[in-house]
């Protein structure tokens, strides 16, 4: 199976095969010690920053280090007008949810 990806430029945002957007909404200082592959990272307090880089009817999933940061993301991008945004919940959970490897 190929995967194709399209970087937005703002964030580095990867769309897989058009189909959806993985977001980590830890610190950058976190991402950088290990996040789930082809993962994006935009921390929770910013996250209404894409709407100019990401449809509202794309395929997001977030995810953060226990759930918290990133229900609190699914809530900011649901207010706005997204429509398909699922808060994964942990790291090791959206990992396994995404059938993807965390980096070291």
Known sequence: MKIFY???????????A????????????EFKE??????SN??????????DEVKKDQKIYLY????????????????LGYEDVTNLGGIKDAAIFLERNITE
């Open 18 to 29: 058009n189909e959806f957007i993985v977001i980590d909404v830890r610190t950058p200082e």
């Open 42 to 51: 935009v921390e929770w307090q910013i996250i209404s920053s894409i709407t």
């Open 64 to 79: 953060c280090r226990s759930g918290r940061r990133s229900q609190n993301a699914t809530d900011i991008l649901i207010d």
């Open 6 to 16: 399209i970087s937005l430029i703002l964030f580095g945002i990867n769309t897989i």
């Open 34 to 39: 290990g996040h789930i592959e082809e993962s």
